[in-house]
């Protein structure tokens, strides 16, 4: 039996998919309106996100979601019957997903 790349883009999309149910309703809640309230200071807010730990986890808290979303659009796409282009658009999401993680962790790590 051949070996599949599946189980990998399947992690990437669960892991996605969890990042997007859990920590993003919180880091939305923070900053739209612990933030404002005055509930927590923005200078301990960029206190804390300018710390190398914070700022790993928020690349993967950018990073998953992507490969969750391309995953999704993939599989979208070909079940809407559009199966004879099934790989160039895997590179096309893959590659976008892969390319605005290295954006992010570019722009949040250096």
Do not use: Q
Not at 9 to 26: E, N, R
Not at 44 to 68: D, G, K, Q
């Amino acid at each position: 039996m051949a070996r599949s790349n599946e189980p990998a883009f399947w992690s990437l999309f669960s892991a996605g998919g969890m990042v997007a149910a859990f920590l993003f309703p919180a880091a939305i809640f923070i900053t739209a309106y612990m933030v404002p309230a005055g509930k927590i200071e923005a200078d301990n807010l960029r206190m804390v996100m300018s710390h190398p730990i914070s700022r790993l986890l928020l690349v993967a808290m950018i990073s998953l979601p992507l490969f969750h979303w391309a995953h999704r659009f993939r599989f979208v796409l070909v079940d809407l019957g559009i199966k004879g282009f099934k790989l160039p658009i895997a590179i096309l999401f893959y590659g976008t997903a892969v390319g605005s993680t290295i954006c992010a962790a570019y722009l949040l790590l250096v």
